[in-house]
């Protein structure tokens, strides 16, 4: 299988354990992620908040790359995902901006990895992979803001109770906990400019997966897998509780139970080390 690979800004820098992740998975299950010649940044977190013709004229110009190549496009970082959905959107209802080519059909489908591995790829498929099952291991996962919601932009069928990464978790043998704050902001995007509301939110979030059991959060998005890697020993310090809690990548987790010899590396990387609570369950 072929598909268009836009892999975004942040999985070579800050989340270069995300994108390592999904190369090695793609290979492991045959896929050929065909990245799009002379992409470029597609504006996610800033420039829809300055200019909206830069806002839309930054993915827009992917797409219409995409659009030549006529696969359809898979995106691993939400904050990516989101802006090129909102772009293609105004193509589609025919929106003219400048600099972008007229000529847009839109014939092919943009989709975050997680719902292109969970829908394009079979269960069955994704078992006969597993060499390591995921026993013991309980997790929560967590999609964030912006790969759902809002529906109208994602096309997403469930956005309040999405199922795809719980599914494909339990697939690999992962104890999948339930909990009701699956798509609930961490306050990621906040942190900079409102830094008391954003510990606030990601306090929460790590709160109520305590509280649902589990021993891990798994996510999708690269801001938020950053905000709520790297703000537990702050938020910590000023709290007076303790917070030790591995936030995974999806796709490091199936390249661990794909036994990936690779996965180790990814690991290391993590501010809050997943590497004993792995070992513990006897994972590594």
């Given at each position: ?85 909102v772009a293609e959107k105004e193509l589609l209802a025919g929106r003219r901006i400048e600099g972008i080519s007229d000529k847009y ?145 999806f796709t490091e987790l199936m390249g661990l139970a794909f036994g990936d010899a690779k996965a180790k590396r990814w690991l290391g990387r993590h501010m ?13």
């Amino acid at each position: 299988m072929k598909v268009s690979y836009y892999p975004g800004c942040s999985l070579d820098g800050t989340a270069r354990e995300y994108g390592e992740s999904v190369e090695a998975v793609a290979e492991i299950l045959g896929i050929e992620l065909q990245e799009l010649e002379d992409w470029s940044c597609c504006g996610a977190s800033s420039a829809h908040m300055t200019n909206e013709e830069l806002a839309l004229a930054l993915p827009a110009r992917n797409l219409v790359i995409a659009d030549k190549e006529g696969m359809d496009l898979v995106v691993p970082c939400a904050g990516c995902f989101q802006r090129f959905k909102v772009a293609e959107k105004e193509l589609l209802a025919g929106r003219r901006i400048e600099g972008i080519s007229d000529k847009y059909n839109g014939n092919f489908n943009i989709k975050h990895i997680l719902d292109f591995f969970w829908e394009d790829i079979s269960e069955k498929t994704l078992m006969e992979k597993v060499e390591k099952p995921l026993c013991g291991l309980s997790a929560v996962c967590y999609y964030g803001c912006v790969v759902v919601r809002p529906p109208r932009i994602t096309d997403a069928k469930n956005p309040e109770n999405p199922q795809a990464m719980d599914r494909l978790m339990k697939s690999l043998g992962a104890e999948v906990r339930a909990w009701s704050y699956k798509t609930d902001c961490c306050g990621g995007s906040l942190i900079f400019t409102r830094p008391n509301i954003a510990k606030k939110l990601t306090a929460k979030i790590l709160d109520m997966a305590e509280e649902a059991g589990a021993k891990c959060i798994v996510t999708g998005c690269p801001i938020c897998q950053s905000n709520l890697d790297s703000r537990q020993a702050e938020i910590s310090a000023e709290s007076g509780k303790k917070y030790n809690t591995p936030i995974f990548y999806f796709t490091e987790l199936m390249g661990l139970a794909f036994g990936d010899a690779k996965a180790k590396r990814w690991l290391g990387r993590h501010m809050v080390d997943p590497r004993p609570l792995l070992v513990e369950k006897g994972l590594i």
